[in-house]
């Protein structure tokens, strides 16, 4: 019903920028947050980023005055801007949205697939 789909992870030498794209595709209804996560290897998976419908935004400490996350909501697209990056930022990046379906009553999780960002020299 839904798909939702990353793009845009890559190899990147430390202090370089990468934008990651996630477009969630099928029949919408409505969209009421949308959220950006990480696992890196041998860790839990974490939360980087969150986007509220109204705009408001939350971020990991790590991550605070480097990542910028937004939305196309034309588009269904969460993005995440990505400077000065860290070697601690390699990770697996995911994306989660919550969405309520055509004909559905409730809001539900939707994750992407992941996309591999590894920030080395």
């Known amino acids: 019903q839904v798909h939702v789909v990353e793009s845009g992870g890559g190899l990147v030498q430390p202090g370089g920028s990468l934008r990651l794209s996630c477009a969630a595709s099928?029949?919408?209804?409505?969209?009421?947050?949308m959220a950006w996560y990480r696992q890196a290897p041998g860790k839990e998976r974490e939360l980087v980023a969150h986007?509220?419908?109204?705009?408001?935004?939350n971020y990991a400490d790590s991550v605070k005055g480097r990542f910028t996350i937004s939305t196309d909501n034309a588009k269904n697209t969460v993005y995440l801007q990505m400077n000065s990056l860290k070697p601690e930022d390699t990770a697996v990046y995911y994306c989660?949205?919550?969405?309520?379906?055509?004909?559905?009553?409730?809001?539900?999780?939707?994750w992407g697939q992941g996309t591999q960002v590894t920030v080395s020299s």
């Open positions: 986007i509220t419908s109204g705009g408001r935004t």
């Open positions: 989660r949205i919550n969405v309520r379906v055509v004909g559905g009553a409730g809001y539900y999780d939707y």
């Open positions: 099928g029949s919408i209804a409505s969209i009421n947050t």
